[in-house]
């Protein structure tokens, strides 16, 4: 049965070929809005299943359909992707010298079973100064990222430390999805 991976982002795409499966992209052409005071870990649970059942419902052949979706939360608050550099660096010095929390969903369906779940890795900031702010948000990193940093690249000198899955916090807890393709699908992975 193929796999499809419901994501247009091209870390999702990196991380989940250390699977060693073959797996197809398509992504999901649905809305992905937040519903104010909804928790972070349902958020990211309810957009993932959103994202991989509207793939499943136009698949043609039988297909596993993954969907994921990552948020980053301070204060159960969702800091999405800055639409301007003045509110990457506002949310920037709100992360600063705090410990936030990246929330993973993913849902993986058959058309038949779904299963979805979240992943919690905990990230704390070291004290920012308003230069390194700037000098941050002028290498244009943080205009596509979720909370206005990405830890695989410039936004790891960002971090003091972590408490949980890294690559959670990069937009795909792999050793988990491998748990779910396997005990639930019956997908063979690399390990």
Known sequence: MKIILASASPRRRELIKNLGIEYEVK???????????????????RLSRTKALWVAERE???????GADTVVAIDDEILGKPASRDEAAKMLRE???RTHRVYTGMTVTDGNKTVSEYVRTDVKFYE??????????NTGEP??????YGIQE??????????????????????????????????????
């Open 60 to 66: 043609t052949e039988p297909a596993i359909v993954i």
């Open 27 to 45: 992504t999901a052409d649905c809305e992905e809005e937040t519903v104010p005071g909804e928790h972070p870990k349902d958020t990211v649970t």
């Open 95 to 97: 992360l600063s010298g």
């Open 143 to 148: 205009m596509d990222k979720a909370g206005a």
């Open 154 to 191: 410039y936004g790891s000198l960002l971090v003091e430390s972590i408490s949980g899955d890294y690559f959670n916090v990069v937009g795909l807890p792999v050793s988990r999805l491998r748990r779910v393709l396997n005990e639930n699908f019956g997908v063979k992975t690399l390990i």
């Open 128 to 137: 920012l100064s308003d230069k390194q702010i700037e000098s941050y948000v």
